[in-house]
């Protein structure tokens, strides 16, 4: 099996342009891991920049490791050798470091299976000198590391830009001398900002199960809280496509990343949250970033939670034009759209554009704080039709808090409105449009004002899609995709519980076992995380972690959300510091 997954990797390597090979000889040896397919990985944005900022420092040497491709992984578990780095095929136990990079929850057990793979043990306190330190990082931990927690020698808590100059600071001598496993951790999170090591912490329960406290164990001299580390744009500079690859979802797409942070204030949205305050890079840097490389890929994706926010968009958009690239964008909100543009995805030859209304009606809107009106996502609608861009795709969200039936009369009645307009234009292009409804299961998620709501449930919301379905299944050129409930309820666990789940995981990612099957058979109610609504002061898991958002913000944007009161934008500028960000 691993002459199978040396083969692999030597094709993808043979495929790819910008990969980074270095001498072993002297060097701090990190295996930086995705826990899914190549493809996926590769994609991945924060995981391509993280793999150059490591490889950057001289005296470290980064070699990417993936969970393996389906036909790769009967039996790899048995082999001595196990998982492989991609750029040296070198067994994973040789690193100095494995570092993993988790942006989705539902990845989390293939952080498991690839540890066992790897021929290493899951649980952090079962690991020695004779294997390598085991960290991660990615958003998904940093909103809530504690399902992890009992397997990670230590947690990366912020941006890479932050904390990987000062990790290798303390790791540099570490290629060259042996050293003590625990004491090292112990002064790491002593001494570093934005490290957590979960051993050194003690964990209690209330009678009732909830979270008594969570307090550093006596003499450690780690922080009560482990703050996170936020990367400065001033001196950063913008994170790009470092690997191009044919065999990735954006194989001929540089993607460019021109802002982090997004201050409109979605109360569902966790990155709208933890990455404030908003961050932009100006035009003149990203266009610097991307010139040279536009001639081999002039597509450039622009990536940012609000691209439209972007206060340079219209200049950066023109000049990657007149530079002869081609632009395509992460998201676009439909009050941010702009004839500039449009006209800027009509000279791309985009035929499709996504937009988000999120719910269908403006009370429950006003619910979520979208701060979208359907006016606008007409106006948006028209303008992109009137540009020949007739394949339009709606993200909606079924299960948010206070929905009703009509919410979902609401949506189907928006649908068919867009449909409307897309046809009303289209037929004079002698062209039909269509219409692509992506609806999500909401998933309640740690530091938004959404934390204290319970997860609608699986059968409810099986209901809401099927009666969705049936009013749209005899409109034209209307389509619906849903998710899976049963998989959005493991985000949900896995995004809210705590280091109580690991019974769960060990069962599913070392055993085997089926998701329902280990509910089922292991003591542990996951109901208890997912469908439970959380009390006013519950401590909840993930506030080991400081982001600088104030609890009693969100608790106050939660009662508005029950109003239906909506909160304006952030207002930076103006020195604002209503939730906490930009003062912290």
Request: proline share 6%; with cysteine; charged share 25%.
């Amino acid at each position: 099996m691993t002459r199978r997954l040396k083969q692999r990797q030597l094709l993808w390597l043979s495929q790819e342009k910008g990969t980074i090979f270095k001498n072993w000889s002297g060097r701090f040896r990190v295996a930086l891991a995705f826990p899914n397919r190549y493809a996926v990985g590769m994609s991945n944005l924060g995981f391509q920049s993280v793999y150059a900022g490591l490889n950057s420092h001289d005296g470290v040497l980064c070699e990417r490791v993936f969970y393996p491709e389906h036909e790769d992984i009967q039996g790899l578990r048995n082999e001595d050798c196990g998982l492989l780095s991609v750029e040296s095929q070198t067994p994973v136990h040789q690193f100095h470091l494995l570092a993993f990079s988790v942006s989705f929850e539902n990845d989390i057990p293939n952080v498991l299976q690839m540890l066992q793979m790897a021929s290493m043990p899951a649980k952090a306190e079962e690991r020695d000198s004779r294997y390598p330190l085991v960290a991660a990082g990615g958003v998904a931990v940093f909103l809530n590391p504690e399902p992890l927690a009992p397997y990670m020698d230590f947690i990366l808590v912020g941006e890479a830009e932050a904390l990987l100059p000062q990790l290798w600071d303390y790791m540099k001598g570490m290629a060259t001398r042996p050293f003590d496993r625990s004491p090292f951790l112990a002064h790491l999170a002593r001494s570093m900002p934005g490290i957590y090591v979960p051993s050194l912490y003690g964990v209690s329960y209330e009678k009732g199960g909830q979270l008594a406290a969570m307090e550093p164990l006596p003499g450690s001299g780690v922080p009560e809280r482990v703050v996170h580390q936020k990367a400065d744009f001033s001196v950063s500079s913008p994170c790009r496509t470092v690997i191009t690859t044919p065999n990735a979802e954006f194989k001929s797409v540089n993607l460019l990343e021109i802002g982090r942070g997004c201050g409109r204030g979605c109360r569902f949205c966790a990155a709208g949250f933890v990455y404030r305050p908003m961050r932009t890079h100006s035009a003149r840097s990203l266009l610097a970033s991307v010139q040279n490389h536009l001639a081999r890929i002039p597509r450039v994706g622009l990536v940012s939670a609000a691209v439209s926010d972007h206060p340079e968009i219209s200049d950066l958009c023109r000049n990657l034009l007149d530079l002869g690239g081609a632009l395509s964008f992460s998201s676009l909100r439909a009050d941010g759209l702009t004839p500039e543009l449009v006209s800027a995805l009509k000279s791309s030859e985009h035929r499709s554009v996504a937009i988000a209304p999120e719910a269908g009606s403006q009370r429950l809107r006003q619910v979520i704080n979208k701060n979208l009106r359907l006016e606008e996502i007409l106006s948006a609608v028209d303008l992109l039709t009137e540009k020949d861009i007739l394949h339009l795709k709606l993200y909606f969200m079924i299960g948010l808090p206070t929905e009703t039936r009509d919410d979902l009369q609401a949506m189907v009645d928006m649908a068919k409105s867009v449909k409307h307009r897309v046809l009303q234009i289209s037929r004079g292009k002698k062209r039909l449009g269509d219409i692509t409804l992506s609806v999500n299961s909401f998933v309640p998620k740690p530091f938004t004002p959404f934390q204290w709501f319970p997860f609608a449930g699986v059968r409810e919301l099986k209901d809401r899609a099927r009666w969705i379905r049936k009013a749209l299944q005899k409109v034209a050129n209307v389509r619906v995709h849903f998710d899976l409930p049963k998989w959005a309820y493991v985000q949900a666990l896995l995004a809210r519980g705590d280091r109580r789940v690991s019974p769960i995981l060990d069962k599913v990612a070392l055993e085997g076992w089926s998701w329902a099957k280990a509910m089922k058979q292991t003591p542990v109610n996951a109901d208890f995380w997912v469908m439970r609504e959380r009390e006013r002061d519950e401590l909840f898991p993930w506030e080991i972690i400081d982001h600088g958002i104030k609890r009693e913000y969100l608790w106050e944007e939660y009662q508005k959300a029950l109003a239906g009161k909506e909160t304006a934008p952030c207002d930076v500028e103006s020195g604002c510091t209503r939730c906490g960000a930009c003062a912290f």
